[in-house]
């Protein structure tokens, strides 16, 4: 009788999840430039800032279905756009903005802490402050099948090819070709992933750094 119960209590609280949300996707979707999939995965704490600091900027977010963003990820287009692909996931804590145009294509992984900035900061003028400024937003992509291992930073104006690896705590600040694994800072190609692999046979701690 007790095993039912608890079974009961639980279906009940998982019922009552799905509920609160669908309705929390559905108050999010009535946005302006906002579309979630129902079958995305977007934690509560996650936040997806329209109007950062209170400055209505606006933009544009597009979720794809299976897509995860986990607890404390922060998405502000800045009045640009964010889409990311099916599959894609977000770790905690990730800093993704859209200023230039940022486009995350499927089965991607972003590991915790990283930032994505599609925009740069103007600070030729000696005789003014670098926040007045222009600045420049060329835009990002990344890729399908990327991983990105945790604390990593991306800047403005590139693109990382298909199957990419970058190390934990890279900056990339280069375009990356299809399959390249990229470590450092900056971040340089160390390898092809079908190489490496071949020679890891021998030497099993060449990507360990990645995780």
């Known amino acids: 009788m007790f095993s039912y119960l608890l079974t009961l209590l639980l279906r009940i609280q998982m019922y009552l999840s799905k509920i609160e949300q669908n309705i929390r996707y559905a108050l999010l979707n009535r946005k302006h430039g906002v579309y979630i999939s129902k079958q995305a995965f977007i934690a509560k704490t996650a936040n997806l800032q329209l109007n950062p600091g209170g400055l209505p900027l606006g933009g544009q977010i597009h979720i794809s279905a299976n897509a995860s963003i986990m ?3 922060i998405l502000a287009p800045y009045g640009g756009s964010i889409y990311i692909g099916e599959n894609v996931f977000i770790g905690p804590y990730c800093v993704i903005y859209g ?3 940022l486009n995350i294509e ?3 992984m972003i590991a915790a802490h990283s930032v994505v900035i599609p925009s740069n900061h103007g600070f030729s003028d000696r005789e003014k402050t670098i926040s007045s400024q222009p600045a420049t937003s060329l835009g990002i992509n990344i890729g399908e099948d990327v991983w990105i291992a945790s604390g990593v930073r991306v800047l403005d104006g590139i ?3 298909k199957g990419c690896v970058i190390g934990a705590g890279a900056v990339v600040n280069k ?4 399959y390249s694994i990229a470590v450092g800072v900056p971040a340089k190609v160390i390898g092809q992933r079908g190489d490496l692999q071949k020679s890891s046979q021998n030497n099993k701690s060449d990507i360990a ?3």
């Open 71 to 73: 607890d404390g990820a």
């Open 99 to 101: 200023h230039g145009g």
């Open 106 to 108: 499927k089965n991607t």
């Open 159 to 161: 693109s990382i090819g």
């Open 175 to 178: 375009s990356l070709l299809d």
């Open 209 to 211: 750094y990645t995780n």
